[in-house]
T-cell receptor, first 112, second 114 residues
Framework: GDSVTQMEGPVTLSEEAFLTINCTYT??????LFWYVQYPGEGLQLLLK?????DKGSNKGFEATYRKETTSFHLEKGSVQVSDSAVYFC???????????FGKGTMLLVSP | DVKVTQSSRYLVKRTGEKVFLECVQD?????MFWYRQDPGLGLRLIYF???????EKGDIPEGYSVSREKKERFSLILESASTNQTSMYLC?????????????FGPGTRLTVL
């Protein structure tokens, strides 16, 4: 079945550092890929998405490129802020009805 | 502004009680979902519904049932709550079938079963 593997956290960075959170997937079809973010005490919200190979999703300074050859969708940001502290989930959609398969989440902690 | 609301943020119940978790969306979405979120396990799909009165099992349906009598409302039911159902429960909704739409999430209900 489908699965998503993302790096374990927490990832601890200083403000303005470069961020990479790795995500790889296994899917039987040709999935769409997502990054969701969960701020403390809130539900998840969509950060960015990509629907086909070589697509780059971007939002709020975050980027991720759909790499079919390496089955990866790594999340990057050039300069993190304290306000980026949250849990980040990689997900794929391959089963119809927009159902999602999530990774286990990666907590990001950014210190001033 | 799109909105998914859940009936309670925090809930404490006793083992064996029947528990109802309610979710309402105001976006006229066809699809609605229930997940549970546990540390180290991420989000796991319990049930989803693609239309009124229609439901499909997700990855972990055991011990749960659902009801969707109206398009905007999707209820998760724990027939006889057990301590291993202590978790964060998240509801989500998404748009028309056949289109790839993002899921919009509610704030979650943290359920504790004693």
């Amino acid at each position: 079945g489908d699965s998503v593997t993302q790096m374990e956290g927490p990832v601890t960075l200083s403000e303005e550092a470069f961020l990479t959170i790795n995500c790889t997937y296994t899917a039987t079809g040709y999935p769409s890929l997502f990054w969701y973010v969960q701020y403390p005490g809130e539900g998840l919200q969509l950060l960015l998405k990509a629907t086909k190979a070589d697509d780059k999703g971007s939002n709020k300074g975050f980027e991720a490129t759909y790499r079919k050859e390496t089955t990866s969708f790594h999340l990057e940001k050039g300069s993190v802020q304290v306000s980026d502290s949250a849990v980040y989930f990689c997900a794929l959609s391959d089963r119809g009805y927009s159902t999602l398969t999530f990774g286990k989440g990666t907590m990001l902690l950014v210190s001033p | 502004d799109v909105k998914v609301t859940q009936s309670s943020r925090y809930l404490v119940k006793r083992t064996g009680e029947k528990v109802f978790l309610e979710c309402v969306q105001d976006m006229d979405h066809e699809n609605m979902f229930w997940y549970r979120q546990d540390p180290g396990l991420g989000l796991r799909l319990i049930y989803f519904s693609y239309d009124v009165k229609m439901k499909e099992k997700g990855d972990i349906p055991e011990g749960y049932s659902v009801s969707r009598e109206k398009k905007e409302r999707f209820s998760l039911i724990l027939e006889s709550a057990s301590t291993n159902q202590t978790s964060m429960y998240l509801c989500a909704s998404s748009g028309p079938n056949g289109q790839l739409n993002e899921q919009f999430f509610g704030p979650g209900t943290r359920l504790t079963v004693l």
